[in-house]
Structures are given as structure tokens and as C-alpha cells.
């Protein structure tokens, strides 16, 4: 043997008793890699899911199921292909979470199955690309039975060799990854995998226990997120029913109630998850269900309330048993001379003596017992404030309930109609002349002295072409309020939200929106919103992709406007400069509205503002609330273009009638918006201005409390032109909306497409002047550059129609 050779044998055997060294001392503290079992739908068929998971440059998963009737397939019999060792790392989880655990492709293997949805989305823009939204619709097929008896076997073959997987350890990609992903559908068979020995499943009668329970009082959703993380889930616990919420509840639902995957909170899906929590995590059930008692136990019992009717709603007794009997029996009603009435609901007694300005009541005697009168007013009343008082009720233990109304409008227009041929020769010349058309209503006194409507509601067909016979504008057309919006809808929320102690203005914002933090809004005011002094630009164009702040900040969905607002939308300003006008303030107030009265914007102040007072025409989205496009002002002619000079996705080009014009609201807000996207009649406003000159009541109904209107329309000390929201005369500094003549106590709001409100308190005067101005062509100013026609005619200078209405009560 050479000496090489002999050479390299020793070192061979050096090398072979050296990997046999090792002295074996097992630790027992230690466990597996792989953690769960994740099952995937491929959503294309076998021969494209080959593509890509085996190509180079894409996505992995352990095993690929195909199925029967797959052209792509090319074997006669299903087989399980194996793409990557189990011990191997494969890609198929992406960004992920389960049971407090990152980046589940370190710690899993991946299943994916030969399934392929029909998913198509809609045209709503990125924000409505969601996995759950509204925005994406899927037709889930059935699961081939022979591929999931595979599944079954191979699944089991797996468990066996990681003993680590659990029951609640084998879960969907939807699961690891709600916001993103909806695999593997609601058609997958989890039942029959866990009567399979595989993943978990509830117990039916533990549904059935807290089922009854949440019945009666849902667990809030502060709660619901605390109990899916508590399962597994990635949720963070923020309090608010957000799409990350939504998106987690729909994958679970998917996962253990598929027969309603909706999202929501409903008390079914709740007991479910809490049923499987009592199963599999028994230690933890416990400290959720002493949370949920305590919730329940903090709901304050409802005491029935008496609901107050009028402006004067209260009982009477024996005044000589009263702490203070000169002041006890004695109270204020504002009303006019030769108006009124008085409604008196016995009780028990048999006489009492009422006076009304010093004139005592001739009224039954004697009163029959739980007997209600209603006598007028009218020899009694006076203009502004009268008095009642009441004394010498027998028998001493009788009681009587007295109510007084606010005044409610009526109509005298027959007996001032000649009063106005000023303002009706300009605004008559100008229809002439080409401006579209107009609703002028004026209230003095709480009369309507003067309604009437002016040229048409539309003259131009879609694409610009004047109308051979256009439509006529009527009394009772409805407009796009524009900017009004903010005030008698969201402002009126907010009012009547203080006058209940359910928000208070001098609160931060966050005090009511927890999530809205971060870049100085911890900071922000609700005040500072209402006054404009929060620091936000005039706008975010939310609505078009190439807007200045950059694509993240494109939404033409609801919901992800609302997180922009709350989360992303930069302040510009510290907020301690002079106001400056947003849309952004407001389209967080109708936020701040939803929030604390707990209900989408629409629904309350139509169901709790407008419903009340008898008014059926004033609404958001009219269109889909059973009005006819023909019933409105129609605005801009070619859509949101500017006579084609303007284009973003889903621009509308047609004429706009009964469709809110303002984009953030139409696109980026479902037309719902704090801003605007409110639809009224010049008579609905009107009811709504004298509810604001009656200090928060309208005949029976009171909506605010008076000291809450006073404290919203007097004067911000840094500047007499705002309230709290509404825009104020001042001392003339606001004259091109409210005219040479109106007192400094005047408030209103003007609206973008033409439409313009004043309420004055000092001449008990109201003016609701709506155009439709922008429904005209678009032309080109030497001083301002291009605008709409409908701006260069006298009639859309709100200022000059104004004055003259003044000028037409106060000359008499």
C-alpha cells in the first residue's frame, strides 16, 4: 500500500469516529417546527396551480388536490402531488397571524386544493377591492367528494407526524389572513373533516347557552374582537365595527357558520365563537364572560321618560305647597298676536285658574276628572314672548297638565305677493336671459309670505343639447342642498346630540373616536371640526387617484374613506390660525354623528329630526328611496367633467337630477356625507328655519334644547363671522351671502350648486332661496377665469336676491 493511499484511509477513519463522538442527551424541552395545517383553494385549475407553485419566481405550497373533471389534469385517477418536503419551508401563507404567532409559513404546512370560485368586483375603486366588502361578489363551487376523502387521508397522515397541530391549529388562509384572503370559501366541508378527527368544531347545546344569552344583550364589540383573538385570530381590539373587523367575522363565519357569512355581529356567529372559546380554551372563557356581565350589568336601566310636547309640558298643583309660589306657577312661551292654543289634561281636580297675559282662561267648571280641553289662544297672544301662570287649583290635591306648542308656520302668501315684484323681475328677466330656474320661500313672523318658483328645474338633455321643451321648476322641487347639508343635517344631529348630554363640543375628538390619534388630532377639539380651526386643508379629493396627496389617499368606498379621515388625512395647520373652510371638518362631524348616535347618518337624522317633524321630502340618496329623477333641480350638465375638461375613474357624464353633484359624497361616501349629499323642498327648510327661530321646536316637538341653539350660533371670539358651523352675518362682513340689511345676529349657510339659507332671529325672518345655477354651460370670465353661467346673472348673487327680500318687508 503507498503512502498516499494509507494516508488518506487514516483520515477516513479519523473523520468516522468523529461523527460518532456525539454523546446523545436528549432535552425535553423542545418541540416541532410545524405548528398548523392551512388549507388553501388554488381558484384556477390544475394546470395553472402547477404554474405556479412549481415554476421558479412564484408561490409554494406542500401539497397541490386536484379534482375530478379538471381538463387540465392530465392522470385518469387523483393523486395527492407532494410540491415540497414537510420539513421544508414553503410560501404559501404570505403575511399572516394564528394564536399569537408572525410569518405562519415558518410554522405550517400548506394544502392547496384544486376549487375555482367566480369572483368579479365592482367598479367602486380600490377601497372596495376587499376580500368580504360589499364591493367583490364570488359564486363558491361545491368541493369534489373524491378530492376531499383525499384530503382526509392526507390530513390525517399529517397530523400523525405532527403531533403539535391541534384541533384549533387547522385553519384557512382566510383565518391567517381575513383582510386579504377569502380561501378556502364557505363551501369547504369543515364539518366533515372534524367529524374526521381533523379541527375543531362546537358543542351544539354550548351554542344554544350563549345564544339565549346574547339574545338578549349582544356583547360589545370591544368584546367580540377581545374573544376572537382569544381564539386566534389576528384582531386588534379597537372598539368599532371597522372593515378589519368585518373581514375577521366574515372568515370566521365562513369557517364555522357558512350559512351566513354577512360580516356582522349577530347574536348566532357570537355564541359560536363562544362556544368554541368554552371548548377549546376553557381557562379564558371565564374572564370574557365576567367582562360580558359586567356590560351587562353597566347598561343603565331605561326609566320611561316623559316626552316633552311644546314649548310649556308640565303639571300644576297645589302652587301654596310650592317652595317659591311666585315663581313655581309663572313661566314664558313665545308665540304671535292672534295665535296659539292651549291644551289642559286634568287629572283630578275641579277648578283651576289659568291666565294668559294677565287674562284669566274661561275655561269648563267644573273639570271633569282625566278630561283633556283644548281651547285658543288667539284674543290673548302677543308678538314674542307671553306669559302664563296658574293658580288656585281645588281641590287642594288636584292636578292638571298644561301644554303650549311652538308656533307653527302658515301660509299668507295671497296677502304679500305684491310685496315682492322687485325680486321677481330680476329673478324673471334673468330666466329669460338664460338662468335656469329657482325656489324662493321667505318666512317672517311664522308666516310663509312669499313662495314661489322661477324658470325650470332642467333645460339641457344628457350631452349638452338644450331641451325642445324644458321642465318647468315647481314649488315642491327638490334640491341638492350642497354645503346646507352641513347645517341642517349634521349641525341639527349635533345639536340635538347636546341637548341629549350625549356629546359635549369641548371634548376631544378621540373622546368619542378612539382610533382618530396620531399626527397632532389627540389634540382636536370637536369645536375645533364646527368652527374650522382644526388645521385641515379645504379638501381632499378622495374621489380621483391622481389627487395631490398621492394614490394611498384614493377611496371611492365608504368605508375606506371613513379610516382615511380618521387615520390618515394630514393636518396643515396647528390649529391656532384664523378658520379655514373644509369639507374635511365635516365629513368627520357626520363621522363623529354615527359614532355617538350610534346609526348611519341618514338614518338619524331623517328617522330622529325629520320623521318627527312631519317632513318627507328632505333625505340623503333620494333615488334610492323611492323619488323619480323628474321630482329634482338638475345640476352640472356633462356630469362631474366641466363640459369634458375634467376625467377620474367612474366619472359621470351624464345630467345630474337627483344625484348628489359633490364627488367626495357621491364616490368616496356612498352619497351620505357630513358635508353634503342632503336633497330638500324650499317648504322643508322653511320648517326647519322656524325650528331654529322657535329655539329648537316645532309645534309638539321639541328636538333641542333652546340654550343649545343659543350656544350655537352666537359668535366665535376669534372671529364673529362663524357659530359653532353656521356662517354669520356679523356686521356686514358676510354681505354677498347675506345682503346689505340683515342684523349681526343673522346665521345661515350657502351651498355650492346654488342654494342659499338665512335665519334671522332680530326681524323673526327666514329666506330659503334654492337655484339650480350650475345647471348651466361653463364659460370663460376675464376675472375669474372659467365658471358656470349660472354665477354671472344678478339672480346667482345670493347677496342681491337677499337684500331685496328685505328690502321688500322692511320698506312696508
Same mark, same amino acid.
Given at each position: ?12 477513519? #479519523? ?8 454523546? *446523545? ?6 418541540? %416541532? ?112 367528494? %373524491? ?150 350589568? =353597566? ?26 309660589? !311666585? ?39 267644573? !273639570? ?72 324662493? $320661500? ?35 322641487? $327638490? ?29 376631544? #375628538? ?14 382636536? $377639539? /370637536? ?53 379655514? @373652510? ?8 357626520? /363621522? !363623529? ?9 341618514? =338614518? ?5 329630526? @325629520? &320623521?318627527?317633524?312631519? !317632513? ?36 359621470? *357624464? ?7 353633484? =359633490? ?114 354651460? $361653463? /364659460? ?6 372659467? %365658471? ?23 320698506? &312696508?
Amino acid at each position: 500500500m503507498s503512502k498516499m493511499a494509507f494516508f488518506i484511509l487514516a483520515l477516513i477513519g #479519523v473523520s468516522s469516529c468523529a461523527s460518532n463522538s456525539y454523546e *446523545q442527551l436528549p432535552s425535553k424541552n423542545y418541540s %416541532e417546527r410545524v405548528k398548523f395545517l392551512v388549507m388553501h383553494f388554488t381558484a384556477i385549475d390544475y394546470q395553472k396551480s402547477v404554474n405556479a407553485l412549481v415554476e421558479p419566481g412564484n408561490v409554494s405550497s406542500h401539497y397541490l388536490l386536484p379534482e375530478n373533471y379538471d381538463i387540465s389534469y392530465p392522470y385518469d385517477v387523483l393523486k395527492v402531488m407532494q410540491l415540497v418536503h414537510e420539513h421544508d419551508r414553503a410560501w404559501h401563507a404570505g403575511r399572516s397571524y394564528w394564536q399569537g404567532r408572525e410569518n405562519i409559513n415558518d410554522q405550517s404546512i400548506g394544502i392547496e386544493i384544486v376549487n375555482v370560485p367566480q369572483c368579479e368586483y365592482d367598479s367602486g375603486g380600490e377601497g372596495s377591492r376587499r376580500e368580504h366588502g360589499e364591493g367583490r361578489m364570488c359564486v363558491f363551487p361545491d368541493y369534489d367528494p %373524491e378530492q376531499i376523502q383525499m384530503l382526509i387521508t392526507l390530513s390525517k397522515d399529517i397530523l400523525a407526524r405532527n403531533p403539535d397541530i391541534g384541533p384549533t391549529q387547522v385553519v384557512g388562509h382566510s383565518d391567517i389572513a381575513p383582510t386579504r384572503k377569502n380561501d378556502p370559501g364557505p363551501r369547504f366541508p369543515w364539518y366533515e373533516l372534524y367529524k374526521a378527527g381533523i379541527g375543531a368544531w362546537y358543542e351544539v347545546e354550548t351554542v344554544k347557552k350563549y345564544w339565549q344569552q346574547f339574545n338578549d344583550v349582544l356583547p360589545s364589540v370591544g368584546l367580540v374582537q377581545k374573544a376572537l383573538r382569544t381564539y386566534g385570530y389576528g384582531q386588534e381590539e379597537t372598539g368599532r365595527l371597522d372593515p378589519a373587523t368585518i373581514d375577521t367575522l366574515s372568515a370566521f363565519q365562513m369557517h364555522f357558520v357558512p350559512w351566513r357569512v354577512t360580516g356582522q355581529m349577530d347574536s348566532q356567529t357570537l355564541a359560536t365563537l363562544f362556544a368554541l372559546i368554552d371548548r377549546y380554551f376553557p381557562e379564558k372563557v371565564e374572564s370574557l364572560m365576567q367582562a360580558y356581565t359586567k356590560e351587562v350589568s =353597566d347598561i343603565p336601566v331605561l326609566v320611561e321618560s316623559k316626552v316633552k310636547r311644546g314649548q310649556i309640558d308640565r303639571a300644576f298643583g297645589d302652587v301654596s305647597l310650592t317652595e317659591n309660589p !311666585l315663581t313655581d306657577n309663572r313661566l314664558s312661551f313665545q308665540s304671535y298676536q292672534g295665535r296659539g292654543e292651549i291644551t289642559i289634561q286634568n287629572i283630578n281636580a275641579e277648578s283651576a285658574s289659568i291666565f294668559v297675559n294677565g287674562e284669566k282662561l274661561n275655561i269648563a267648571d267644573p !273639570l271633569k276628572p282625566l278630561h283633556e280641553y283644548v281651547y285658543p289662544l288667539s284674543r290673548r297672544t302677543i308678538d314674542g314672548a307671553n306669559r302664563l301662570y296658574v293658580e288656585s287649583i281645588s281641590p287642594a290635591d288636584g292636578q292638571i297638565e298644561i301644554r303650549i306648542p311652538y308656533p307653527r308656520l302658515i301660509d299668507k302668501t295671497e296677502q304679500y305677493e305684491q310685496r315682492f315684484s322687485t325680486v321677481d323681475k330680476l329673478i324673471q328677466q334673468d330666466v329669460k336671459n338664460g338662468f335656469p330656474g329657482a325656489v324662493l $320661500l321667505v318666512v317672517k313672523d311664522g308666516e310663509i309670505v312669499k313662495r314661489t318658483a322661477y324658470g325650470y328645474s332642467r333645460k339641457y338633455a344628457d350631452g349638452g343639447i338644450p331641451l325642445t321643451q324644458p321642465v318647468e321648476m315647481k314649488t315642491d322641487t $327638490l334640491f341638492d342642498l350642497a354645503s346646507n347639508t352641513k347645517m341642517f343635517a349634521t349641525n341639527l344631529a349635533l345639536m340635538k346630540l347636546v341637548s341629549e348630554e350625549k356629546l359635549d363640543v369641548n371634548l376631544p #375628538v378621540s373622546a368619542y373616536i378612539p382610533e382618530y390619534r396620531g399626527g397632532g388630532r389627540e389634540a382636536r $377639539l /370637536v369645536r375645533d371640526l364646527l368652527t374650522h380651526t382644526a388645521g385641515y386643508a379645504p379638501e381632499v379629493r378622495f374621489f380621483d387617484s391622481k389627487n395631490p396627496l398621492g394614490k394611498r389617499f384614493f377611496s371611492q368606498n365608504r368605508s375606506r374613506t371613513e379610516s382615511l379621515l380618521l387615520t390618515r388625512v394630514p393636518l396643515v395647520s396647528d390649529g391656532s390660525n384664523a378658520p379655514v @373652510y373644509s369639507d374635511t371638518d365635516y365629513m368627520l362631524l357626520g /363621522v !363623529l354623528v354615527e359614532k355617538v348616535a350610534g346609526m348611519p347618518l341618514d =338614518d338619524y337624522v331623517e328617522h330622529e329630526l @325629520y &320623521h318627527p317633524l312631519g !317632513l318627507k321630502n328632505t333625505l340623503f340618496n333620494p333615488l334610492h328611496k323611492g323619488f323619480g329623477a323628474a321630482q329634482f333641480a338638475a345640476t352640472e350638465i356633462q356630469g362631474n367633467t366641466r363640459g369634458g375638461r375634467i376625467t377620474f375613474d367612474n366619472i359621470r *357624464q351624464h345630467v345630474l337630477q337627483g344625484e348628489v353633484h =359633490d364627488e367626495k359624497a357621491f364616490y368616496s361616501s356612498g352619497g351620505i356625507a357630513g358635508h353634503a349629499g342632503l336633497f330638500s323642498t324650499a317648504d322643508d327648510l322653511a320648517v326647519l328655519a322656524q325650528l331654529m327661530l322657535n329655539r329648537g321646536g316645532y309645534g309638539d316637538v321639541e328636538l333641542i334644547n333652546g340654550k343649545v341653539v343659543d350656544s350655537f350660533v352666537k359668535p366665535e371670539e376669534n372671529d364673529a363671522t362663524y357659530g359653532l358651523g353656521w356662517r354669520r352675518a356679523s356686521e356686514g362682513e358676510k354681505i354677498s351671502h347675506f345682503g346689505p340689511y340683515a342684523s349681526a345676529s343673522a346665521f345661515g349657510h350657502t351651498g355650492w350648486t346654488g342654494t342659499v339659507s338665512v335665519i334671522d332671529p332680530e326681524h323673526d325672518l327666514a329666506i330659503i332661496y334654492l337655484t339650480n345655477l350650475r345647471h348651466t354651460p $361653463l /364659460v370663460d370670465n376675464e376675472e375669474s377665469g372659467l %365658471e358656470f353661467k349660472g354665477r354671472s346673472y344678478e339672480s346667482g348673487r345670493y347677496g342681491n336676491v337677499i337684500s331685496l327680500v328685505y328690502e321688500a318687508l322692511l320698506n &312696508h
